[in-house]
């Protein structure tokens, strides 16, 4: 069975750190690039970061770039994403996702398999 369990959310005030998890089962690092996504309310869900299957390499969300940070461990079956300078339009539910693939994409109906999502709120 696969699945996506993220966790690590939560609520801070602006400037501060997180790092959220994504532990993986089902299916091996090999075959699928994972991406982190989030949703704002009454937003569309975006993709924020994504880490190749092929070669770990990485694509950010011009939003997040040199703030945010994704890696994977292979041998542990996770995936990070280390948030740094958060603000307050971070705040979202953040979602990670596995693409049978390696070539970069943000499209949304390109990933198989989707996390049940963690809720980060940034204060003012």
């Known amino acids: 069975e696969v699945r996506l369990v993220e966790s690590g959310g939560g609520l801070v005030q602006a400037g501060e750190s997180l790092r959220l998890s994504c532990a993986v089962s089902?299916?091996?690092?090999?075959?699928?690039?994972i991406a982190w996504f989030r949703q704002a309310p009454g937003k569309e869900r975006e993709g924020v970061s994504f880490?190749?299957?092929?070669?770990?390499?990485?694509h950010y969300a011009d939003s997040v770039k040199g703030r945010f940070t994704i890696s994977r461990d292979i041998a542990k079956k996770m995936v990070y994403l280390q948030m740094n300078s958060l603000k307050p339009e971070d705040t979202a539910v953040y979602y990670c996702a596995a693409n049978r693939g390696w070539v970069f994409t943000f499209y949304f109906y390109s990933f198989d398999y989707w996390g049940q999502g963690t809720q980060v709120t940034v204060s003012s």
């Open positions: 880490i190749s299957s092929a070669d770990g390499s990485t």
């Open positions: 089902g299916f091996s690092f090999d075959d699928y690039s």
